[in-house]
């Protein structure tokens, strides 16, 4: 749900970027941090634990520039994608404006990848929110691996609707900023449908 | 948009200028540091006092997911939510409000005020924070059912998207 602010002459939006355990989607944050400028990005805060595995989320401010007279802000969260952290994923859900489904390419993550596309589904449901209809981009992270499922596979597995795909490699950071383009894209675009009391 | 979830929030200078009034009063009858208002999702809406020093931003998000996991413990032992969280530190103390179960009033103070000072000042200030954000959804519902003609967002272009990543 963006939030809209007259006042201030804002629109704050949130993308929570959503996968399987050690698919990188921190990664995809730190990089986002690390190539944006001083003045438009706040501080990058990990709730990890000791071995820097989320144990709550990742949250980063972005502040984009204007469209129309409006700063525009992206709030970018991550969840924990360990499988029990269940509770935890649903409660970052809330409110989500758009969502990046980060997933592993590796071929030993695939089922991995498929579990946590159905508990996207799910959560999101429980929410009130329907996937098909809500901003989505996939990226299909660690391309630089020797072992990546084809991505016709990938494709077919979590990507049957065809929304904006990208292939990434979050570390060196290919793929990272145009994942994040295309999903705020929709947002903004979902905003002018919508119109401002929608 | 279909579903009640996606709905923006919306914010009008009127409401705005409104609330601004309560918390900042609310800051001095409370003697409170600082104050400060978030919606549930994470989002800053207002804040007064001694904010110059602080990441709001930073304390908005952890704020709304200390209140979405507290909530979350609420309803794994049968409560609806805990409406008051209070955490204690050596200097500073945070209390922490749920306002018409919709925004998060979050309180700053140190020994020059008490907690019973602050939960009795909020209380009343919550009040006056729920008619105006009662007002507040009375207002985008109206401006929806009117249509959105002077939506400044109805004109966004795919050229003005390209820009803010340029």
């Known amino acids: ?198 | 948009m279909l579903q009640p979830q996606q709905n923006s929030f919306v914010m009008y200078d009127e409401e705005f200028q409104r609330i601004s009034a309560v918390i900042e009063k609310l800051l001095r009858e409370s003697n409170a540091k600082v104050i400060f208002l978030v919606d549930k999702n994470g989002q800053l809406i207002a804040g007064c006092g001694e904010t110059e020093h602080l990441d709001t931003t930073s304390l908005a998000s952890l704020t709304a997911g200390n209140i979405a996991a507290t909530g979350g413990l609420a309803k794994l032992i049968g409560e609806k939510e805990f409406s008051i969280l209070f955490h204690e530190g050596e200097k500073d103390n945070i209390h922490i409000s749920i306002v018409a179960q919709r925004v998060i009033l979050v309180v700053i103070f140190d020994h020059r005020s008490s907690l019973g000072l602050v939960r009795l000042r909020v209380k009343k200030a919550s009040d006056e924070l729920a008619i105006i954000f009662q007002d507040l959804a009375v207002k985008a519902a109206e401006m929806e059912k009117t249509g959105n003609a002077d939506s400044p967002f109805a004109e966004i272009t795919d050229d003005d998207i390209d820009n803010l990543f340029s």
């Not at chain 1, 959503?18 to 706040?42: I, S």
């Open chain 1, 1 to 198: 749900m963006s939030f809209i602010n007259y006042a201030s002459r804002e629109i704050n939006c949130k993308i929570v970027y959503y996968g399987p355990g050690l698919c990188g989607k921190t990664t995809n944050l730190q990089f986002v941090y690390q190539k944006t400028a001083p003045d438009a990005k706040g501080k990058m805060i990990s709730l990890a634990t000791e071995t820097e595995r989320t144990l709550f989320f990742d949250f980063l401010p972005l502040a984009l520039g204007e469209i129309r007279g409006f700063k525009t802000r992206f709030h970018l969260y991550t969840v924990p994608g360990q499988v029990f952290y269940d509770a935890s994923r649903k409660l970052i859900l809330k409110g989500v404006d758009g969502v990046v489904f980060v997933a592993d390419s590796q071929e030993e993550r695939l089922d991995a990848n498929i579990e946590s596309m159905e508990n996207l589904k799910v959560n999101l449901e429980e929410q009130g929110y329907e996937l098909e209809k809500l901003p989505f981009v996939v990226q299909y992270n660690k391309q630089d691996l020797p072992n990546c499922t084809p991505l016709e596979e990938l494709r077919e597995l979590l990507n049957p609707n065809a929304v904006p795909e990208f292939t990434a490699c979050a570390q060196t950071g290919e793929g990272v900023f145009e994942t994040l383009k295309a999903v705020a894209k929709q947002i903004l675009l979902e905003l002018k449908k919508g119109g401002a009391g929608a």
